[in-house]
């Protein structure tokens, strides 16, 4: 059974910055991609950004492009979503997935994936 646990959640004003975590432990990463999601309250839940677990190949949203960044230790079995200048259309609950690498991509899908953490809130208010 895959289990992913994110963290680094919170409350952060617009333009800080946030660092999430979503380890897996006993489970490695490379057999699977990690995507990170999120859903804001009323709205459906969508691919914020993807890192392929057999070359590192990253994939943003045009929403957090320049903004965000994904990247992996895999000694860790950790793969980290950096979010800077962020704002308050970034709140929502975020979560991370594994998902098969073909779709890793920009605009991937939640019903796509294999496995499911239970999430992380990010607010951006002031």
């Known amino acids: 059974q895959v289990r992913l646990v994110e963290s680094g959640g919170g409350l952060v004003q617009p333009g800080g910055s946030l660092r999430l975590s979503c380890a897996a432990p006993?489970?490695?990463?490379?057999?699977?991609?990690i995507g990170w999601f999120r859903q804001a309250p009323g709205k459906e839940r969508e691919g914020v950004s993807c890192?392929?677990?057999?070359?590192?190949?990253?994939y943003y949203a045009d929403s957090v492009k320049g903004r965000f960044t994904i990247s992996r230790d895999n000694a860790k079995k950790t793969v980290y979503l950096q979010m800077n200048s962020l704002k308050p259309e970034d709140t929502g609950v975020h979560y991370c997935?594994?998902?098969?690498?073909?779709?890793?991509?920009?605009?991937?899908?939640?019903?796509?994936?294999?496995?499911w953490g239970q999430g992380t809130q990010v607010t951006v208010s002031s």
């Open positions: 997935a594994a998902l098969e690498e073909q779709y890793c991509v920009a605009t991937m899908r939640s019903d796509l994936t294999s496995y």
């Open positions: 890192i392929r677990h057999t070359d590192g190949t990253t």
């Open positions: 006993g489970f490695t990463l490379d057999y699977y991609s």
